[in-house]
């Protein structure tokens, strides 16, 4: 298997109501089965997801957490606002969104703006990401997969990757259980999340400096599904170990 | 930015004692700074860190912990000697090794490997990186960063990621603390675990069914230094707040 994977380079610092997906467009000549993976932040950004902080009126409960974190309070009032329920209050706020997507201060980020301003997380990526899969083939004609991105921490390990919060044609895991390894043997367990193998790179490639680039394409994979299944690689709560453990701290 | 990433084809199924690195050689035309990352999978192979699940005598608490799982008493024992600590009894064993870290089942794979068998994974993947990473440079003359991946799961997410469980050749984290972002912000904050995002993409191109590859290519991304800090990556115990949660339990 050979895959070959490229930043979109040359776009301008994206604003509220940019055209992204056109601006991606007159610069990548697409072919079938392309996976394009964009940081959530320029999303964010298209759909004027920014809070001032000036304007926000912390609530006892964010004066109290802010306490303990040694942390602006406005801030973690956005937090509060953007999630259901806090994990962990300190030494980080670890928090589940809505959608169940367990990070770090509901995903909202004070680089990558202006100062004074806070980048909240898309409300629906999977549905944004839908449109923009719809659009490339609307006018491209190709069939890709897009996959929206955010960095996040991770349990037990240094240190964040990019994973992904919302997706549009492929199955976000693929599942090797039935399938023969290389003795015979039939798997019975493995279920690799390959949409974050593949978010992981991509953020890599974006980098997060002042030479970022928002946007990568990665060919030669092959994985493109028309489905929309990226909740699958959300675990349900039900499920979840090691978050029943937090609940009891 | 543009990268092009490739298996190592043709391969023979790996044995206790065949020169792996040798059969990359072969293959491979090495350049500068590329990052060669391979399966422990197949490390453990050529070491014959292998055990027959015949031969193993299981303990009490190796008993108790199976019933619990309605697991081989045998496959628990064989967990229990290759882990320090049980942070999960069920409903998996999650574990934290010698090295720090933290697995499930200690990594022990029963894929991958003859019926009746049980694969260990190395003792020091960073030493055998290191080894890899000097021959390659004796016999082709190339700087290259090298990488040993197990599949890992990880908390709120379904699925398995590849992690890397060792490496020679690079700064597992890539620390934006002190640079600028594109608004002139200083970063504060990000410190991005890229040796876990080469890692989870080259396994996601290595396969785990009966067309598995076990060593990939990854050519462009020039992360490589002349270190060896693959501990970087792991979390201090004293400052990791979900494996206290874990012990609390």
Known sequence: MKIEAFTVDDLPLISEGDDLVGMILDRVEFEDFDILVIASTVISKTMGKVREIADITPSAEAMRIASKLDEDPRFVEAVLDECEEVLIEAPFMLVRREDGHICVSSGIDRSNIEAGKLLILPQDPSKTAAEIRSRIFD???????????????????????????????????????????????????????????????????????????????????????????????????????????????
């Open 139 to 249: 006018e491209a004609g190709r069939k890709v997969t897009v996959i929206i991105t955010d960095t996040n921490g991770r349990a037990f390990r240094v240190g964040q990757t990019g994973v992904a919060i919302g997706a549009s044609g492929m199955s976000p895991c693929k599942n090797w259980i039935g399938l023969s390894d290389l003795f015979g043997n039939v798997l019975t367990i493995t279920n690799e999340a390959i949409i974050d193998e593949i978010a992981g790179f991509a953020n890599l490639m974006m980098g997060e400096g002042g030479d970022g680039t928002p946007a990568v394409i990665i060919r030669g994979l092959e994985i493109f599904e028309d489905v929309e299944a990226f909740d699958e690689v959300i675990r349900d709560e039900s499920e979840d170990v090691i978050l029943d453990a937090l609940r009891r701290l």
